[in-house]
């Protein structure tokens, strides 16, 4: 079993990986040890930058008792050219499973097609469904439920918003997304989850996505390998911004979330991200407690709670 996106889950699995994170969140702010994963070792393979996605592997492992083993393209011979299908054989020889942080999907794909352990997708430019967990698991802690929910997404049509829309689809909340034309998400990621009825709507109405939303979220306009593009899409999407006059036009307790890192003044101001309704911060500690549950699944360690 692997975890490359949303889809690869089901309502259910979300629910009891939620569910255990809340726990094992828990279990730490009581400083109960817990070390399931003694003598599991993860290999961490980037291709693309990364601070919460790399430091919460670890730290995730660590604490569960495991290792992790970290490869960047510049320190591995996939950089220097190995096919992707022989560094996964002979990587998963060595290690009880696999979080990979790249650039095509495609990539990822084969990687766990020629795997022996569990992959993980660490980010992907179509998706990041490690992020949207942890996103799923601070609505449900602020929220208490996601059922019934308005949950607005404002900016571009990304690898989030691809992950958002499987959630949507799976989990049966509204979803309601802003994009300016020329950057909306994935056409097959969005005739994935119109075919199992997802409550999903596109707009370039910011205004509209963002009317009594109860969660309020948002990305980079530029994301990582678009740093050229970076000109024209700040003109795209002027006006695409979590200020104070969005969130006035959301529900009154709505929360505000961001994936981090976050341009402050581009897609989110400084006084929104600082202010009483972000849940930015519990959102990014919540990598951790995700990337645990995640973790203990896909190798085989859950123990009763």
């Known amino acids: 079993m692997n975890l490359l996106a949303i889809s690869d889950l089901d309502r259910a699995r979300v629910d009891a990986l939620v569910e255990r994170a809340i726990m094992l969140k828990g279990r730490l702010e009581r400083g109960i040890a817990h070390r399931p994963l003694m003598g599991k070792v993860l290999g961490l393979i980037f291709e693309k930058p990364s601070t919460r996605t790399r430091v919460s592997f670890e730290s995730a492992m660590y604490q569960l008792g495991g290792n992790t083993v970290f490869l960047s393209s510049s320190t591995s011979q996939m950089g220097r050219g190995e096919p992707v299908k022989d560094t996964a ?62 949950v607005a997404w404002i900016g571009d049509g990304n690898n989030m918003a691809n992950s958002w829309i499987e959630a949507a689809a799976l989990l049966g909340f509204e979803l ?13 990621v969005l005739e994935w989850a119109e075919a199992r009825g997802g409550r999903i709507r596109i707009t370039e109405d910011v205004e509209d996505a963002a009317a009594g939303a109860d969660v309020l979220n948002t990305d980079v306009w530029a994301s990582m390998g678009q740093e050229e593009e970076r000109e024209k ?26 994936c981090l890192p976050a341009h402050r003044g581009e897609e989110i101001t400084d006084e929104v991200i600082e202010g009483g309704h972000s849940a930015v911060w519990e959102q990014a500690e919540n990598r951790l407690h995700i990337q645990k549950a995640v973790l203990e699944w896909l190798l085989g360690c859950v123990e009763g709670a």
């Open 233 to 258: 899409r700040l003109e795209a999407f002027k006006g695409y911004r979590i200020d104070s006059d969005i969130l006035a036009l959301a529900d009154r307790d709505a929360i505000v979330m961001h």
């Open 89 to 150: 054989r002979v990587i998963s020889g060595y290690v009880d499973g696999v979080v990979i942080r790249t650039f095509g999907h495609s990539i990822i794909e084969e990687f766990a097609g020629y795997s022996t352990v569990p992959v993980i997708n660490g980010l992907t430019d179509l998706h990041h469904p490690c992020q949207v967990l942890a996103d799923v698991m601070t609505i449900v802690e602020k929220k208490g439920t996601y059922s019934g929910l308005k």
């Open 176 to 188: 309601v997304l802003a994009c300016p034309k020329g950057y909306w998400p994935d056409r097959g």
